[in-house]
Structure formats: C-alpha cells, structure tokens
T-cell receptor
C-alpha cells in the first residue's frame, strides 16, 4: 500500500533562514509521481512540483529546491532564505502508476508540515 | 483561463441532512477528483470522474456519492450527515490524470455539521 510520511508536524524559523521539509514515501509500484503542494490559510492547494519515479534529477526553482532520492525513498523540499509569505502548510503527495485507470485522479497525501516564518 | 471554482465556499448543516457541493473544472479539463480534508484524517481521496464516468473511488461509505455532467462540472452529495463529515472538501481538475496530466485544486468548500 502507498504511504507518505511527513515526520515534521510544525517548523518555525526566522526570516532568511533555510529550511528543509522532509518527505518519505512507500510504494510497490515502479512508476509513480511525487508532488509538493502549498496550502495557505485560504485552503486552496497550490501545486509546487511534480517528479516522476524515473527522474532523480534535483530541481531548483528560485528559492525552492527539491532532492529526490529513490535509494532512501525520500523527496525533500528546501526553501532558501525563507520569507514570511512562505508560512503555510506544505503537503507531499504520491500518485502510483497514474496511467492505470484504477489509480486515476488519486493521490496519497502526507499529514503536512506547518511552516511558520517569523519576521 | 479561469481556475477551478467550487460552490458554495462555506456551508453549515445539521446532522441527518444532506448536502450537495459543486465543482467547475478548468475549461477543457475532463477529469474531476474530490478529496476530504479533516484535522484527524488529513487529505483523503473520495472519487474521480472522467467524461461522466466514475473511474476510481476511495474508501468512503455509500453516503458519499458524486456525478459529473456533460460539461465536466461535478457535484458530490453527502446524505444523512454526521458530525464527522465536517471538513474541507477539495476538488481537483485535470485534462486526464491517467495520461499523467497534473491536477489543479479549487479553493474548497468548508462544511460544518452541527
């Protein structure tokens, strides 16, 4: 069965600090997608990144970077020089073999990490 | 391009009542997925519709049902409401997630059951 674990429930940092959010996943499929979403207080899930299981390249987008390691089943997210606007709940999610219709539209989410960035 | 819209945004019901929530996907998207988010259970998948057909269903009781119309708009219905149904209900729109298209989430409907 698929499972996503975000061990950090809450993290608090001071502005300009770097912060890493951990994500560990479990799956039996060789084909899968991993995601990170941001959920501000308004409730909408904002898509940040999608990575497929065959692409272990790390990615950087501005202050955001992601480290995907299949050997440890981890997909960690780092925010460099954090800002107050980064305060939100961050979710890691897994979608197994999405081309299989029985998996269509379904993602398994971690419990989320609440990030608070203080000025 | 307009994003995913959900109506209503807030809803208060009492136990035993039923409720219908609506989701309008991004224009051209044919898939709508529904999720329930609660503090205790987190984000859980309810079901997915594509071209008016339910393709996938999560582990929820039969009180939770849905449908999709020919214009891809989707509704979900919860009958005989229980206190535990209080949650944020999110829908996600996609061209077709089975084709590895990404999902875009709406703002959610916050349901409170008293």
């Amino acid at each position: 069965a698929q499972k996503v674990t975000q061990a950090q429930t809450e993290i608090s940092v001071v502005e300009k600090e770097d912060v890493t959010l951990d994500c560990v996943y479990e799956t039996r499929d060789t084909t899968y997608y991993l995601f990170w979403y941001k959920q501000p207080p308004s409730g909408e899930l904002v898509f940040l990144i999608r990575r497929n299981s065959f692409d272990e390249q790390n990615e950087i987008s501005g202050r955001y970077s992601w480290n995907f390691q299949k050997s440890t089943s981890s997909f960690n997210f780092t925010i460099t020089a954090s800002q107050v606007v980064d305060s939100a709940v961050y979710f890691c999610a897994l979608s197994e073999a999405p081309e299989r219709v029985t998996n269509a539209g379904k993602s398994t989410f971690g419990d989320g990490t609440t990030l608070t960035v203080k000025p | 391009k307009a994003g995913v819209t959900q109506t209503p945004r807030y809803l208060i019901k009492t136990r035993g009542q039923q409720v219908t929530l609506s989701c309008s996907p991004i224009s051209g998207h044919r898939s709508v997925s529904w999720y329930q988010q609660t503090p205790g259970q987190g984000l859980q998948f309810l079901f997915e519709y594509f071209s008016e057909t339910q393709r996938n269903k999560g582990n929820f009781p039969g009180r939770f049902s849905g449908r999709q119309f020919s214009n891809s708009r989707s509704e979900m219905n919860v009958s005989t409401l229980e206190l535990g149904d209080s949650a944020l209900y999110l829908c996600a729109s996609s061209l077709d997630p089975a084709a590895n298209n990404e999902q875009f989430f709406g703002p959610g409907t916050r349901l409170t059951v008293l």
